[in-house]
């Protein structure tokens, strides 16, 4: 690695008037983050209180929640600290570390609902042998790939774009981001392009397998109205999730490769926090609305408060 890079400090692009706005962007992004925050972590706890909760789907959901304050909390703090001081720029190791908790979790989120569209699948189509094939060793192991396989890949990335040597040092993004950087480079990028177009490719493999069960179950649930129930109960929220992040994802990875500058900035911002403001926020709210189980025993202290008053 050469350590010019290493120890560079790149500027972020900032917010369209952030001078005379950034109070208000502050206050905005600090009370989502603390929402993110409080969303996540009751959603959490209940589950881990509940012992009867304590099923696959659950734990599973757990994960999810985990990965969404992990993946906000790569982004929050350091925003919010540029807002409030007026100051955009961050050095290289920062940088990189920040690249490497965004990508992370965004393949963990993939991650998460392959297993979860899994889990889904067996206790739809194959009731019976649910207990059998999602014990606790195969939930370990589903949860081992879902944290341990996006960690390696994405240190691989992160240490490829930090190898390079670099000619620039503005980055035209709210938060850095691996092609953000590579970009910046004077070298060539042949190697960087080569394992960006694998772990693409890899994410694409995750998607397809999703749809796949999703069209198998769709199909199984066809014959019975109970099986329909199931079906929309809890598989519209993992679909719903799948969507909302895949289209920010393609346009993201789109515009960082492709895109054109003539697009609007402010619009392009948006569509680029969109993978790590929405998800974090909306998953608690739709698997805390829809799932009857949880439901119940988000709302249960509003009803014991109610019962006293």
């Known amino acids: 690695m050469d350590n010019r890079s290493y120890f560079a400090t790149y500027t972020l692009e900032q917010p369209r008037d952030s001078k005379s706005y950034r109070h208000i962007y502050f206050t905005c992004?600090?009370?989502?983050?603390?929402l993110i925050l409080f969303l996540n972590s009751w959603l959490l706890v209940v589950i881990v209180l509940e012992r009867a909760l304590h099923?696959?789907?659950?734990?599973?959901?757990?994960?999810?929640c985990i990965n969404g304050i992990y993946g906000a909390t790569g982004f929050y703090p350091k925003f919010l600290h540029d807002l409030i001081l007026d100051s955009?720029?961050?050095?290289?190791?920062?940088?990189?570390?920040q690249s490497f908790v965004i990508y992370t979790s965004a393949m963990c989120e993939y991650c998460i609902l392959a297993?979860?569209?899994?889990?889904?699948?067996?206790?739809?189509?194959r009731p019976l042998d649910y207990h059998t094939k999602l014990n606790r060793f195969a939930c370990s192991m589903l949860l081992a790939f879902c944290w341990i396989v996006p960690v390696i890949v994405i240190i691989i990335n992160v240490s490829l774009s930090n190898r390079l040597a670099l000619c620039k040092y503005h980055i035209d993004k709210l938060f850095c981001d691996n092609w953000s950087m590579v970009k910046l480079s004077c070298e060539s990028t042949v190697t960087n392009n080569i394992y960006g177009f694998a772990?693409?490719?890899?994410?694409?493999?995750?998607?397809?397998?999703?749809?796949?069960?999703?069209?198998?179950?769709?199909?199984?649930?066809k014959a019975s109205l109970e099986c329909r129930r199931?079906?929309?109960?809890?598989?519209?929220?993992h679909l719903f999730s799948l969507i909302n992040f895949s289209v920010a994802m393609l346009f993201?990875?789109?515009?960082?490769?492709?895109?054109?500058?003539?697009?609007?900035?402010?619009?392009?911002?948006?569509?680029?926090?969109?993978?790590?403001?929405?998800?974090?926020?909306?998953?608690?709210?739709?698997?805390?609305?829809?799932?009857?189980?949880i439901r119940k025993r988000l709302l249960k202290p509003f009803e014991i408060i109610k019962s006293f008053g």
């Not at 992004?29 to 603390?34: K, R, V």
């Not at 955009?88 to 570390?97: E, K, R």
């Not at 297993?115 to 189509?125: E, K, L, N, S, T």
């Not at 911002?269 to 929405?278: G, K, Q, S, T």
């Open 29 to 34: 992004f600090f009370f989502l983050y603390l």
């Open 199 to 221: 772990v693409i490719s890899f994410v694409s493999v995750l998607f397809g397998f999703i749809i796949v069960s999703y069209i198998k179950l769709a199909v199984a649930c």
């Open 55 to 64: 099923e696959p789907m659950y734990i599973f959901l757990c994960n999810l």
């Open 252 to 293: 993201d990875t789109m515009y960082s490769r492709y895109g054109s500058s003539d697009f609007p900035k402010s619009l392009r911002h948006f569509l680029a926090l969109e993978i790590i403001i929405v998800p974090p926020l909306f998953n608690p709210l739709i698997y805390g609305l829809k799932l009857k189980e």
């Open 88 to 97: 955009y720029v961050i050095p290289s190791y920062m940088c990189a570390i």
């Open 115 to 125: 297993v979860m569209a899994y889990d889904r699948h067996v206790a739809i189509c």
């Open 230 to 237: 199931k079906f929309w109960q809890t598989c519209v929220p």
